[in-house]
């Protein structure tokens, strides 16, 4: 009995095995140059990254408008 | 070869599912079990006697435990085929970053206990978040005003998540349950009345989150599984098995890169899925202990997961491989939460102690240590136009970096 359900659970891990060892891969290195290449391109819109000034960052603002 | 069925041996593949659990209880789906809820160390081989009578059965075992060994060092092989360079020595001509100057701009005190999670409005400026007392609240983060709370009827709970068009949020935890709340323009509503549960797991909900619209939730437990739920008629649309162990977060891809999610667990795994299949298409198990947190690269190529190791990790999904390493000598306490700035250049991770540590994520250095909170970090987001991120804590506040 527990034979045979170990049995379906290991077949289902070497099936899974199978699947993983068959994808396609690329090298750390392209892989690597596309991320940097995306934070590049990106980093001016980045507002945590460039520190967005006190006037544009909404959280940043010190004053707190008040309704006389 | 009697003897070597019924060796004590519990070979890697097998201990790969076997339990190693932090606080499971509950019952696996039948599918990911090999064993039992009560087996002990004792039980995991067949008993000399049964081996006599079953040598079909051990035979096929053995034979499937060789090839899931051989798959795993050609998986290993596939792998390091392919790294040729680390992430770092790529990012060597960037310019490194300047100073940071993050301070805390807002702080939301309201939560009576532990802050386990939180989560922003598309909107960018309300958040809701939630606690060990069973407490709900959204914010305004602009004003710390509370707009509305909401109690729970369990104590930790430990998932909360905005609906995509602000009028809902869906929390749960001990519970096991995960629960869709309507928000009232009326503040006077109680919105307890207007509850719906959705999900139904065998163990705590630990994460949730809407998929691209209201309709649809996914969630993940203590039970081992995640599952993405239709909101509407509470119906199980697609359950995903394999981790070996609770599962503790989820992030869902950026839309543009498609239907998966990843997921780590107390298993050391992070798994990413195909949420029409329900397949696991890729997973990575480098970390040294159990994973509290995940986030996708902006992208889409790649996602981050902080650990109880004490380390935050980046895995490239294309090179289908660990690279890079966020870790220092002189942090020994597990990271709880990670996020990405816009740009994906900036790591901010949630520790347990006390502190947010700011990494750049190519060079895999930290460029900035964040103090204020007075008890663990527990969750972390940064908001949705980039602006500010938040971080909740066991120091019972919330707080808006920027």
């Known amino acids: 009995m527990s034979g045979s359900s170990n049995i379906v659970a290991m077949k289902k891990i070497v099936q899974q095995l199978r699947f993983e060892a068959n994808i396609n891969r690329v090298k750390v290195s392209q ?16 507002p945590l990254l460039t520190g967005v000034s006190s006037s544009t960052n909404p959280f940043r603002t010190q004053k707190l408008c008040s309704f006389v | 070869m009697l003897g070597r069925a019924s060796s004590c041996d519990v070979t890697p593949a097998a201990s790969a599912v076997s339990c190693v659990i932090r606080s499971f209880r509950g019952s696996l789906s039948p599918v990911g079990k090999i064993n039992n809820n009560n087996s002990g160390p004792g039980e995991r081989y067949l008993p000399r006697k049964m081996a006599a009578q079953e040598v ?41 970053l300047g100073q940071f100057v993050m301070k805390t701009r807002r702080t939301l005190k309201g939560h009576g206990n532990k ?9 960018k ?12 609240i959204v914010w305004d983060a602009f004003t710390t005003n509370k707009e509305h709370a909401v109690t729970m009827p369990c ?37 307890a009345a207007k509850k719906k549960s959705v999900a139904m797991h065998t163990n705590y909900l630990s994460a949730c ?28 649309l697609q359950s995903f098995h394999g981790h070996a162990a609770d599962v503790l977060c989820l992030d869902l891809a950026p839309s543009e890169t498609g239907n998966t999610f990843v997921s780590g667990g107390c298993d050391k795994k992070a798994n990413v899925w195909d949420m029409r299949t329900g397949q696991c298409i890729q997973s990575f198990e480098t970390h040294e202990s159990d ?11 790649a996602f981050a997961s902080g650990s109880d190791d004490a380390t935050c990790r980046l895995y490239d999904l294309r090179a289908d491989r660990e690279v890079a390493i966020y870790s220092k000598e002189s942090i020994i306490f597990g990271a709880s939460s990670v996020d ?12 347990n102690d006390y502190t947010i540590n700011v990494w750049d994520v190519l060079k895999g250095t930290r460029v900035a240590i964040l103090f204020g909170h007075e008890n663990r970090v527990s969750t972390l987001r940064v908001s949705p136009d980039g602006t500010a991120f938040c971080s909740g804590s066991w120091d019972h506040t919330l707080r808006v970096w920027a």
């Not at chain 2, 499937?64 to 990012?91: F, G, N, W």
């Not at chain 2, 068009?165 to 629960?179: E, F, I, P, T």
């Not at chain 2, 994973?291 to 190529?301: A, E, F, K, L």
Request: proline share 3%; hydrophobic share 35%; glycine share 6%.
């Open chain 1, 31 to 46: 892989a690597a140059a596309e991320l940097q290449q995306f934070c590049m391109q990106n980093a001016l819109q980045d």
């Open chain 2, 56 to 96: 079909q059965p051990s035979e096929t075992i053995a034979k499937l435990k060789l090839e899931s060994e051989t798959l795993k060092t050609k998986l290993e092989e596939e792998r390091a085929k392919l790294h040729d360079v680390e992430l770092h020595q790529v990012a060597e001509k960037v310019e490194p």
């Open chain 2, 115 to 123: 802050v386990l999670c939180m989560d922003w409005c598309k909107d």
């Open chain 2, 125 to 136: 400026r309300r958040i809701v978040s939630s606690s060990q007392d069973g407490k709900v």
């Open chain 2, 155 to 191: 104590t930790w709970v430990m998932a909360c998540a905005y609906a995509p068009s602000g009028c809902a949020v869906a929390c749960g935890g001990l519970d096991n349950k995960c629960s869709v709340y309507p928000l009232s323009l009326d503040k006077n509503e109680n919105l």
């Open chain 2, 209 to 236: 989150s809407f998929t691209n619209s209201d309709m649809q939730i996914l969630t993940s437990s203590g039970d081992g599984t995640c599952a993405l739920w239709d909101v509407e008629s509470g119906q199980l």
């Open chain 2, 291 to 301: 994973i509290n947190s995940v986030r996708y690269y902006p992208s889409g190529d």
């Open chain 2, 340 to 351: 990405f700035s816009l740009s994906g250049r900036l790591l901010f991770g949630g520790y």
